[in-house]
């Protein structure tokens, strides 16, 4: 059983900044790529930003420059910093992970997190 957590998610003004965290727990192995996907109502959910073990990043042209993608690998958590917000940028968040929970030749599968509401609003 794998679970993701998030949490950071509230209310801020533009201009303003948040930083969201995901923690995933349960049966894992490896925790291959992690990152953030948004919705809001209407709309498909859209990839934000992206991480691999390996340390690269990926990120939605609408938030280059403004939001950070990290992970701390030892704690299975990734986190998105969030600046200079945009009334855009409300949506929820999901928690994305891709896990294996044997080996590194044992099946591998996406992981969602329940989301966190970001309001970006004066």
């Known amino acids: 059983q794998v679970q993701l957590v998030e949490s950071g998610g509230g209310l801020v003004q533009p201009g303003g900044s948040l930083r969201l965290s995901c923690a995933a727990s349960?049966?894992?192995?490896?925790?291959?790529?992690m990152g953030w996907y948004r919705q809001t109502p209407g709309k498909q959910r859209e990839l934000v930003a992206t991480?691999?073990?390996?340390?690269?990043?990926n990120y939605a042209d609408s938030v280059k420059g403004r939001f950070t993608i990290s992970r701390d690998n030892d704690k299975n958590t990734v986190y998105l910093q969030m600046n200079s917000l945009k009334p855009e940028d409300t949506a929820v968040y999901y928690c994305?992970?891709?896990?294996?929970?044997?080996?590194?030749?044992?099946?591998?599968?996406?992981?969602w997190g329940q989301g966190t509401q970001v309001t970006v609003s004066s």
């Open positions: 994305y992970a891709h896990i294996s929970q044997s080996t590194d030749f044992s099946p591998r599968f996406d992981y």
């Open positions: 349960g049966s894992i192995f490896r925790v291959y790529a």
């Open positions: 991480v691999p073990s390996g340390g690269s990043t």
